[in-house]
Protein backbone atom coordinates (compact mmCIF):
# COMPACT_ATOMS: atom_id res chain seq x y z
CA UNK A 1 0.00 0.00 0.00
CA UNK A 2 1.15 3.16 -0.93
CA UNK A 3 1.89 6.57 1.89
CA UNK A 4 -1.51 8.23 -0.01
CA UNK A 5 -3.25 5.56 0.60
CA UNK A 6 -2.31 4.03 4.18
CA UNK A 7 -2.42 7.91 5.19
CA UNK A 8 -6.07 8.08 3.84
CA UNK A 9 -7.22 4.46 5.77
CA UNK A 10 -5.37 5.18 8.97
CA UNK A 11 -7.26 9.11 8.65
CA UNK A 12 -10.66 7.09 7.82
CA UNK A 13 -10.13 4.74 10.69
CA UNK A 14 -9.77 7.50 13.44
CA UNK A 15 -12.99 9.62 11.85
CA UNK A 16 -14.77 6.16 12.21
CA UNK A 17 -13.59 5.87 16.19
CA UNK A 18 -13.87 9.95 16.66
CA UNK A 19 -17.89 10.69 15.13
CA UNK A 20 -19.25 7.87 18.57
CA UNK A 21 -17.73 9.75 21.06
CA UNK A 22 -18.40 12.74 19.86
CA UNK A 23 -21.91 11.91 19.78
CA UNK A 24 -21.69 10.63 23.13
CA UNK A 25 -19.83 13.75 24.20
CA UNK A 26 -22.90 15.90 22.76
CA UNK A 27 -25.49 13.53 24.45
CA UNK A 28 -23.75 13.98 27.99
CA UNK A 29 -23.78 17.60 27.52
CA UNK A 30 -27.85 17.12 26.32
CA UNK A 31 -28.26 15.16 29.77
CA UNK A 32 -26.73 17.94 31.48
CA UNK A 33 -29.15 20.13 30.11
CA UNK A 34 -32.02 18.06 30.39
CA UNK A 35 -31.16 17.72 34.03
CA UNK A 36 -30.80 21.51 34.42
CA UNK A 37 -33.95 22.30 32.96
CA UNK A 38 -35.85 19.33 35.08
CA UNK A 39 -34.72 20.50 38.51
CA UNK A 40 -35.32 24.68 37.32
CA UNK A 41 -38.80 23.32 36.98
CA UNK A 42 -38.92 21.38 40.38
CA UNK A 43 -37.00 24.56 42.01
CA UNK A 44 -34.42 22.34 43.20
CA UNK A 45 -31.53 23.48 44.98
CA UNK A 46 -29.51 20.38 43.60
CA UNK A 47 -29.30 22.69 40.61
CA UNK A 48 -25.91 23.93 41.88
CA UNK A 49 -24.50 20.52 41.72
CA UNK A 50 -24.25 20.91 37.85
CA UNK A 51 -22.04 23.65 37.86
CA UNK A 52 -18.54 23.18 38.52
CA UNK A 53 -16.61 25.04 40.86
CA UNK A 54 -14.72 26.76 38.43
CA UNK A 55 -17.37 27.88 36.27
CA UNK A 56 -17.89 31.32 35.13
CA UNK A 57 -21.41 33.01 34.74
CA UNK A 58 -22.29 36.28 32.88
CA UNK A 59 -25.65 37.37 34.38
CA UNK A 60 -26.42 40.10 31.88
CA UNK A 61 -29.38 42.73 33.04
CA UNK A 62 -31.07 45.11 30.82
CA UNK A 63 -31.66 48.36 33.45
CA UNK A 64 -34.99 51.14 33.28
CA UNK A 65 -32.34 52.96 31.26
CA UNK A 66 -31.85 50.73 28.45
CA UNK A 67 -27.99 49.90 29.81
CA UNK A 68 -27.00 46.65 29.56
CA UNK A 69 -24.83 45.59 33.25
CA UNK A 70 -23.27 42.66 33.22
CA UNK A 71 -22.15 40.61 36.77
CA UNK A 72 -19.63 37.77 36.71
CA UNK A 73 -19.64 35.22 39.19
CA UNK A 74 -17.51 31.83 39.46
CA UNK A 75 -19.23 28.60 40.12
CA UNK A 76 -18.77 28.87 43.81
CA UNK A 77 -20.31 31.88 44.28
CA UNK A 78 -23.10 30.69 41.76
CA UNK A 79 -23.57 27.78 43.71
CA UNK A 80 -23.64 29.68 47.42
CA UNK A 81 -26.01 31.77 45.49
CA UNK A 82 -28.67 29.37 44.47
CA UNK A 83 -29.97 28.33 47.67
CA UNK A 84 -31.40 31.57 48.44
CA UNK A 85 -32.53 32.32 44.81
CA UNK A 86 -34.61 28.99 44.54
CA UNK A 87 -37.05 29.83 47.41
CA UNK A 88 -37.62 33.46 45.82
CA UNK A 89 -38.30 31.83 42.02
CA UNK A 90 -40.63 29.34 43.37
CA UNK A 91 -42.49 31.86 45.73
CA UNK A 92 -42.49 34.09 42.34
CA UNK A 93 -43.52 30.82 40.64
CA UNK A 94 -40.88 31.99 37.79
CA UNK A 95 -40.91 29.64 35.38
CA UNK A 96 -38.38 29.46 32.21
CA UNK A 97 -39.03 27.93 28.71
CA UNK A 98 -36.21 27.05 26.52
CA UNK A 99 -36.82 27.00 22.72
CA UNK A 100 -34.23 27.14 19.41
CA UNK A 101 -32.15 24.82 21.30
CA UNK A 102 -28.94 24.01 19.89
CA UNK A 103 -26.31 22.28 20.45
CA UNK A 104 -22.64 22.81 19.15
CA UNK A 105 -18.95 20.93 19.74
CA UNK A 106 -16.14 23.59 20.80
CA UNK A 107 -12.57 23.08 21.47
CA UNK A 108 -13.49 23.12 25.39
CA UNK A 109 -16.74 21.33 25.23
CA UNK A 110 -20.21 21.58 23.99
CA UNK A 111 -22.23 24.73 23.94
CA UNK A 112 -25.51 24.61 23.75
CA UNK A 113 -27.38 27.75 23.38
CA UNK A 114 -31.14 28.59 23.59
CA UNK A 115 -33.66 31.16 23.48
CA UNK A 116 -34.48 31.30 27.20
CA UNK A 117 -38.54 32.40 27.83
CA UNK A 118 -38.89 33.89 31.39
CA UNK A 119 -42.68 33.78 32.28
CA UNK A 120 -42.02 36.45 35.21
CA UNK A 121 -40.04 38.50 32.72
CA UNK A 122 -42.66 37.72 30.02
CA UNK A 123 -39.42 38.22 28.02
CA UNK A 124 -37.27 36.10 25.64
CA UNK A 125 -33.36 36.64 25.63
CA UNK A 126 -30.21 34.62 24.57
CA UNK A 127 -29.19 31.77 26.89
CA UNK A 128 -26.00 29.91 26.71
CA UNK A 129 -24.07 26.76 28.55
CA UNK A 130 -20.77 25.30 28.17
CA UNK A 131 -20.78 21.90 29.63
CA UNK A 132 -17.49 20.42 29.88
CA UNK A 133 -16.29 16.62 30.77
CA UNK A 134 -14.34 17.65 33.90
CA UNK A 135 -11.08 15.25 35.31
CA UNK A 136 -13.53 13.36 37.56
CA UNK A 137 -15.18 12.01 34.17
CA UNK A 138 -18.30 13.99 35.35
CA UNK A 139 -19.73 16.69 32.52
CA UNK A 140 -20.48 19.79 34.12
CA UNK A 141 -21.74 23.25 33.14
CA UNK A 142 -17.88 25.48 32.81
CA UNK A 143 -19.76 28.64 31.42
CA UNK A 144 -23.07 30.55 31.59
CA UNK A 145 -24.45 33.53 29.90
CA UNK A 146 -27.69 34.38 30.70
CA UNK A 147 -29.94 37.66 30.02
CA UNK A 148 -32.68 39.38 31.90
CA UNK A 149 -34.96 42.22 31.22
CA UNK A 150 -37.31 43.93 33.50
Known amino acids: MDRIKFSAAV ?7 AR ?3 ADDTADALTVFKEYVAR ?9 DLY ?7 AKRLGPDGRMQTFTFTGRQWKALIPQAIPLAQ ?8 QDVSVKPSDTGIMITARRYSRIEDSTTPWAILVTKQQTGDWKISAEIIESRP
Open 11 to 17: TLIALSF
Open 52 to 58: ADDAVIK
Open 20 to 22: PAL
Open 91 to 98: QLDERNNF
Open 40 to 48: SDRFDVAIA
